[in-house]
């Protein structure tokens, strides 16, 4: 069975999904009018929801739950690679191609990264680009940059 809870956060309305035993996805709402926040159907989503605004309060660092994200291996190796960064610092798609083995996979891990499907608690939004630009963010540039600054204490 699947669940799904949604959560109004400082950067928008989030929806987290999950299966009996682990969070299988985080995204944006799109089309925000249709959901309000509303109660957790299981103790998984509620912990979540406890867990991300934590996060966005600044009172959490790390994220303590079961992640059973849907990809292929070379996705899931990224995504493990990207769970190793620590809060508060960014790493390059190239830094991150290096760490999993394969230096010139800058291009495949940017894919694995914009494929990823549960944002925040697997996260990408601390790659960056090469330069320290910021680039893609399945939640946009603004909700990136926020999170970046709130993990570097900037607000």
Not at 37 to 63: C, H, I, N, V, W
């Amino acid at each position: 069975m699947n669940y799904k809870y949604h959560i109004d956060t400082p950067i928008g309305m989030i929806c987290v999904e999950s299966n009996e035993e682990a969070i299988t996805g985080l995204f944006f709402e799109k089309n925000k009018t249709l959901y309000k926040q509303e109660k957790p159907e299981t103790d998984l989503l509620k912990k979540a929801g406890e867990q991300l605004m934590e996060y966005f309060s600044g009172k959490r660092k790390t994220f303590d739950l079961p992640l059973a994200p849907s990809g292929t291996e070379f996705q899931k190796k990224v995504w493990k690679a990207l769970c190793q960064i620590p809060y508060g610092e960014t790493r390059s798609y190239g830094e991150i191609a290096a760490q999993i083995g394969n230096p010139k996979a800058c291009r495949a891990v940017g894919g694995a990264n914009n494929k990823n499907p549960i944002m925040i608690f697997i996260p990408c939004h601390r790659v960056i680009g090469a330069d320290g630009s910021l680039v893609g963010f399945g939640g946009g540039i603004e909700a990136k940059k926020f999170m970046l600054n709130l993990e570097k204490g900037a607000e």
